[in-house]
């Protein structure tokens, strides 16, 4: 990630001197990677345009657009009203939200367990530290260890909100910095459970997750798509107002064929 963020800084670097202002982007962490990407690839297509990319988190980004300090936030949540109303009293705009891929909120393990599928209730009670043992259900007899997102993750607010009904996670949970370092603790941790994004889902196993049919779903283009996969939602963009100038032609590129063809490349789903 750290070798990405050099590649779009060095590629603004090389921007002629009389281009303009970099538009600003910043927040989700389980888009950044998929923003930079876009970012690269509009700088190589648009000669002098720049555009700048940091994460933190969805939280992180949707306060940098109510003070003022980005122009596109990034956010794997939904906005929440009292954001909506800073935004209104601020700006006298309105947060305007577009949808630019598509994800499922995948549930890793670690590839020696044993467990192929889990209901969503099953997941709510792990979470919320009333299921503590992986027999429970119906795996080996070893303790539950807990990894989860910080507070300022858009899939921490996800999970927390879809999954558990807005009931606290369990103080067992350990909070990990970013979906891949989640990732990275599971496949080290053959007891682990964590979430995050589908495309971040390398050297572990992805759980399939019972759907409201009674049937289990994995978190597939297919499926999250169709809406079966449970934990499905949108990666999303705000902005102050309706997008315009530079921040509209980036907005306008990331839907186009060529942006969504890196929403494929990532490994998420393209909108269409």
Request: hydrophobic residues 40%; glycine residues 10%; proline residues 3%.
């Amino acid at each position: 990630m750290f070798a990405r963020t050099v590649a779009v800084v060095a590629a603004m670097a090389l921007a002629p001197a009389t281009s303009q202002a970099a538009v600003t982007i910043k927040g989700s962490d389980t888009m950044v990677i998929l923003a930079q990407r876009w970012a690269e690839d509009y700088m190589k297509k648009n000669a002098g345009k720049k555009i700048q990319v940091t994460g933190g988190g969805s939280g992180t980004g949707i306060a940098a657009l109510i003070n003022g300090t980005t122009e596109i936030a990034t956010s794997s949540r939904n906005i929440k009203k009292d954001e909506v109303e800073k935004i209104k009293a601020a700006f006298k705009v309105d947060a305007i939200e577009t949808t630019v891929a598509k994800d499922g909120v995948a549930i890793y393990v670690n590839e020696a367990n044993a467990i192929s599928q889990i209901t969503p209730a099953q997941l709510k009670a792990i979470y919320q530290g009333d299921v503590t043992n992986w027999k429970e259900v119906g795996g080996a007899d070893a303790p539950i260890v807990l990894y989860s997102r910080e507070n300022s993750s858009g899939t921490y607010v996800f999970f927390k909100e879809h999954l558990l009904k807005g009931a606290d996670y369990a103080a067992s949970a350990q909070t990990l910095p970013g979906t891949a370092a989640v990732v990275n603790a599971i496949s080290k941790e053959k007891n682990g459970i964590g979430y995050g994004g589908a495309a971040y889902a390398k050297g572990v196993k992805e759980l399939k997750v019972l759907g409201d049919d009674g049937q289990a779903y994995a978190p597939s283009a297919e499926n999250v798509k169709s809406g079966k996969y449970p934990l499905s939602r949108g990666l999303l963009v705000y902005t102050r107002g309706a997008p315009s100038g530079e921040a509209k032609a980036f907005i306008d590129y990331c839907l186009s064929a060529e942006g969504q063809a890196l929403v494929v490349k990532v490994g998420y789903y393209p909108v269409r």
